[in-house]
């Protein structure tokens, strides 16, 4: 018998007996154990902290990002053997792309992250505030990543989506993991996390696995570790409650299953493609991963004169699917993913068959294609009919976690957002309507209950990833009954496991720890030219002191032949009156063009092109005779990995332009983006 193991203190390990007997949710034969007993949980979270988490704080963001993309690349290349290890959780094969190809596919958005980052191993976060008169002390904030473990308990439902779309941001974020996915489908995350192992790319004591119960993993947290758990709200609070978490005030982010909803707008009448939109949205989240996902649609909000008609259209396209196993022609839903599953489902439904009907679906007279449904885990969609959701309530407070929802009416937009926020909280809801006022005050409306909103209609229907669908680069959660917890994020995601920390400071040490240039810092004379040095010989805060320049009318003149830009406060004197010119002034535009011909070092050099400018701001107007300078800095770098072979090595070095008038004040400011060659590319 196949035993599933625990990944621990860099090795694998059976476990002690028989703690979790597997079954395959097709044909119900037993496929394997796990057991997660004999795991030591404070040596594993020690372990975490001190070898995986001390590696990857070490590693700049960059390094990390690139580490993600290479991990997805790898685990592509393996994802044949894990579409047909998902098949026994009873995932057809478009369930299954959700879970493996959606789950890899959050590496590889989260890699791309690195572009958003420094090029250090913490985050840089805003802008300086300047805290005294002369400018000689200020503060600033960095992000460092947390120096414990972060600890993923996963649901049944996503074996491999629910562990990758957690761990890749933990990593990006330099913060170690232990996984313990749900002891039914572990199976499969294991399979998994036994190539991530083998394939070394991520360094050790960054990822451990633990198949079987677990009970007690939480006994052992400190203050600086980090608990995420998907599943269930009574479960979740629980391990939220326990008095480890709460002692030691630790992070706990919950994303709990949720009552969502989707309504169909009062303009998406029949006859219109977002009235066949909805029909075949609402009849997918039913059976896609037979309605096992936490952001599967429970409640269909409907006006109240189409109910008979949505809820006639739906059950036609229910009739049309074919359950059974996923390897038979045909199939389009699955099972569920066990037999308990399975009688859990029943009793939710038949408790919510106490006050609304079922319009669609039967609990015993239904029919499985290639297999027998007394050994799977099977279950029949089911769709119920609730004419009146304001007071037969049990569908706002019931969740049977399965291929089942109810349709029910409004009779007016204020009512469907009331409706929809009866639910307490919920991961996402949907409206599909052609009309995008009304989209806006549903939105606006209900918005405040919901984690993500999903508008769809005929224009981005083609591209639209669909209700269910979390996307890597959004947040992820909901408040209330969902959780209040936040995943994925993008950038945002990786802030959470980050620690905000304020420092304050002279100028120039702020710049020293930042590795960003701070308005007021020493500034260094560069020698030679910044554009004569190689990327690795630049340093922040070296800055060239350009030679200077008098503008004359005849400039503004000839910018504006040049450019096209007429605008009367460059061109008439006699139209300033009530403005805030006391004469024609110059282009903004020019002072900058200008700028760039005094501080650029023409001959060829290191520099490849200048690519982008950013928060450009024109704070004193300049006019005939004023004399202007610049001050060129070095403000930031970024490596930047080689794309090929043939690619030039390179990175990005911001520069601030700061240009000064006779005074000495800044008149314009700029922060130009240049690509620069390394040594190794002379």
Same mark, same amino acid.
């Given at each position: 018998?196949?035993?599933?193991?625990?990944?621990?203190?860099?090795?694998?390990? /059976?476990?002690?007996?028989? !703690?979790?007997?597997?079954?395959?949710?097709?044909?119900?034969?037993?496929?394997?154990?796990?057991?997660?007993?004999?795991?030591?949980?404070?040596?594993?979270?020690?372990?975490? +902290?001190?070898?995986?988490?001390?590696?990857?704080?070490?590693?700049?963001?960059?390094?990390? *990002?690139?580490?993600?993309?290479?991990?997805?690349?790898?685990?592509?290349?393996?994802?044949?053997?894990?579409?047909?290890?998902?098949?026994?959780?009873?995932?057809? +094969?478009?369930?299954?792309?959700? %879970?493996?190809?959606?789950?890899?596919?959050?590496?590889?958005?989260?890699?791309?992250?690195?572009?958003?980052?420094?090029?250090?191993?913490?985050?840089?976060?805003?802008?300086?505030?300047?805290?005294?008169?002369?400018?000689?002390?200020?503060?600033?904030?960095?992000?460092?990543?947390?120096?414990?473990?972060?600890?993923?308990?996963?649901?049944?439902?996503?074996?491999?989506?629910?562990?990758?779309?957690?761990?890749?941001? #933990?990593?990006?974020?330099?913060?170690?993991?232990?996984?313990?996915?749900?002891?039914?489908?572990?199976?499969?995350?294991?399979?998994?996390?036994?190539?991530?192992?083998?394939?070394?790319?991520? $360094?050790?004591?960054?990822?451990?696995?633990?198949?079987?119960?677990?009970?007690?993993?939480? %006994?052992?947290?400190?203050?600086?570790?980090?608990?995420?758990?998907?599943?269930?709200?009574?479960? *979740?609070?629980?391990?939220?409650?326990?008095?480890?978490?709460?002692?030691?005030?630790?992070?706990?982010?919950?994303?709990?299953?949720?009552?969502?909803?989707?309504?169909?707008?009062?303009?998406?009448?029949?006859?219109?493609?977002?009235?066949?939109?909805?029909?075949?949205?609402?009849?997918?989240?039913?059976?896609?991963?037979?309605?096992?996902?936490?952001?599967?649609?429970?409640?269909?909000?409907?006006?109240? #004169?189409?109910?008979?008609?949505?809820?006639?259209?739906?059950?036609? +396209?229910?009739?049309?699917?074919?359950?059974? #196993?996923?390897?038979?022609?045909?199939?389009?839903?699955?099972?569920?993913?066990?037999?308990?599953?399975?009688? &859990?489902?029943?009793?939710?439904?038949?408790?919510?068959?106490?006050?609304?009907?079922?319009?669609?679906?039967?609990? /015993?007279?239904? @029919?499985?294609? *290639?297999? /027998?449904?007394?050994?799977?885990?099977?279950?029949? $969609?089911?769709?119920?009919?609730?004419?009146?959701?304001?007071? #037969?309530?049990?569908?706002?407070?019931?969740?049977?976690?399965?291929?089942?929802?109810?349709?029910?009416?409004?009779?007016?937009? /204020?009512?469907?957002?009331?409706?929809?926020?009866?639910?307490?909280?919920?991961?996402?809801?949907?409206?599909?309507?052609?009309?995008?006022?009304?989209?806006? @005050?549903?939105?606006?409306?209900?918005?405040?209950?919901?984690?993500?909103?999903?508008?769809?209609?005929?224009?981005?229907?083609?591209?639209?990833?669909?209700?269910?669908?979390?996307?890597?680069?959004?947040?992820?959660?909901?408040?209330?009954?969902?959780? *209040?917890?936040?995943?994925?994020?993008?950038?945002?995601?990786?802030?959470?496991?980050?620690?905000?920390?304020?420092?304050?400071?002279?100028?120039?040490?702020?710049?020293?720890?930042?590795?960003?240039?701070?308005?007021?810092?020493?500034?260094?004379?560069?020698?030679?030219?910044?554009?004569?040095?190689?990327?690795?010989?630049?340093?922040?805060? !070296?800055?060239?002191?350009?030679?200077?320049?008098?503008?004359?009318?005849?400039?503004?003149?000839?910018?504006?032949?040049? &450019?096209?830009?007429?605008?009367?406060?460059?061109?008439?004197?006699? &139209?300033?009156?009530?403005?805030?010119?006391?004469?024609?002034?110059?282009?903004?535009?020019?002072?900058?063009?200008?700028?760039?011909?005094?501080?650029? %070092?023409?001959?060829?050099?290191?520099?490849?092109?200048?690519?982008?400018?950013?928060?450009?701001?024109?704070?004193?107007?300049?006019?005939?005779?004023?004399?202007?300078?610049?001050?060129?800095?070095?403000?930031?770098?970024?490596?930047? @990995?080689?794309?090929?072979? %043939?690619?030039?090595?390179?990175?990005?070095?911001?520069?601030?332009?700061?240009?000064?008038? !006779?005074?000495?004040?800044?008149?314009?400011?700029?922060?130009?983006?240049?690509?620069?060659?390394?040594?190794?590319?002379?």
């Amino acid at each position: 018998m196949q035993r599933y193991q625990s990944y621990a203190l860099g090795k694998w390990f /059976d476990g002690e007996g028989t !703690e979790t007997n597997l079954f395959n949710a097709i044909t119900g034969e037993k496929i394997g154990e796990a057991s997660s007993i004999g795991l030591d949980y404070a040596a594993m979270l020690e372990y975490g +902290r001190k070898t995986g988490g001390h590696a990857l704080r070490k590693m700049t963001f960059q390094e990390r *990002g690139r580490m993600l993309k290479a991990l997805a690349l790898h685990l592509m290349t393996k994802k044949e053997r894990y579409y047909e290890v998902s098949s026994w959780t009873g995932a057809t +094969r478009i369930d299954s792309w959700i %879970d493996i190809e959606g789950g890899i596919g959050n590496l590889f958005a989260n890699a791309s992250l690195r572009r958003q980052f420094p090029d250090l191993p913490y985050y840089v976060d805003g802008v300086a505030a300047p805290l005294s008169k002369n400018g000689s002390f200020i503060g600033h904030h960095i992000m460092v990543p947390r120096e414990g473990v972060v600890i993923h308990i996963n649901a049944f439902n996503f074996p491999i989506w629910g562990m990758l779309e957690k761990i890749a941001v #933990n990593f990006m974020a330099g913060v170690s993991a232990i996984v313990k996915p749900s002891g039914v489908t572990c199976y499969l995350t294991e399979v998994m996390v036994h190539d991530i192992i083998e394939s070394k790319i991520l $360094p050790e004591g960054a990822l451990q696995l633990v198949c079987g119960s677990a009970r007690g993993i939480l %006994d052992s947290v400190s203050s600086e570790d980090m608990v995420t758990f998907t599943g269930s709200a009574s479960t *979740g609070l629980l391990l939220k409650s326990s008095p480890q978490i709460v002692q030691n005030n630790v992070m706990f982010n919950l994303e709990a299953d949720s009552l969502n909803a989707t309504i169909l707008g009062e303009k998406a009448v029949p006859g219109t493609e977002e009235f066949n939109l909805f029909i075949k949205e609402a009849a997918k989240e039913i059976t896609v991963k037979a309605g096992q996902k936490c952001t599967a649609v429970r409640r269909i909000i409907v006006p109240e #004169n189409l109910t008979d008609e949505v809820e006639k259209a739906i059950a036609a +396209r229910l009739a049309t699917t074919i359950i059974g #196993n996923p390897s038979m022609e045909g199939v389009r839903m699955g099972a569920l993913a066990t037999r308990g599953q399975v009688e &859990s489902v029943r009793a939710s439904v038949e408790q919510l068959a106490k006050s609304q009907k079922i319009v669609f679906g039967s609990l /015993d007279d239904f @029919e499985v294609v *290639g297999a /027998d449904k007394n050994k799977g885990a099977f279950f029949s $969609p089911i769709l119920f009919s609730n004419n009146d959701p304001f007071n #037969n309530t049990d569908v706002h407070e019931i969740e049977a976690f399965g291929p089942v929802a109810t349709v029910m009416p409004y009779k007016t937009l /204020d009512e469907a957002i009331e409706l929809a926020k009866m639910g307490k909280g919920s991961l996402v809801s949907s409206i599909v309507t052609p009309d995008d006022q009304e989209a806006m @005050e549903y939105v606006i409306g209900a918005a405040s209950m919901h984690g993500r909103i999903l508008v769809l209609n005929k224009d981005c229907a083609k591209e639209s990833t669909g209700h269910g669908s979390p996307m890597p680069l959004l947040t992820h959660g909901g408040p209330g009954r969902a959780g *209040g917890g936040e995943e994925m994020g993008g950038k945002r995601g990786v802030l959470h496991y980050l620690q905000r920390t304020a420092i304050q400071g002279h100028p120039t040490t702020i710049t020293r720890i930042t590795q960003q240039f701070q308005v007021g810092a020493k500034m260094p004379e560069a020698n030679p030219h910044v554009f004569r040095q190689h990327f690795e010989e630049l340093v922040v805060g !070296e800055t060239v002191f350009t030679h200077k320049h008098t503008v004359t009318d005849a400039d503004i003149v000839n910018f504006a032949n040049v &450019s096209g830009d007429n605008f009367y406060a460059h061109m008439d004197a006699t &139209s300033l009156e009530g403005t805030i010119f006391e004469r024609r002034v110059a282009h903004g535009y020019f002072i900058l063009s200008k700028a760039a011909g005094l501080f650029v %070092d023409p001959k060829k050099g290191p520099v490849l092109l200048n690519y982008g400018l950013e928060d450009a701001r024109f704070t004193k107007p300049v006019y005939p005779g004023a004399t202007i300078g610049v001050r060129f800095t070095v403000k930031e770098k970024v490596d930047q @990995e080689k794309k090929s072979e %043939d690619d030039i090595a390179k990175g990005i070095v911001k520069f601030l332009v700061d240009v000064y008038d !006779e005074t000495g004040e800044t008149v314009a400011m700029a922060t130009i983006l240049t690509m620069v060659r390394k040594l190794d590319q002379n």
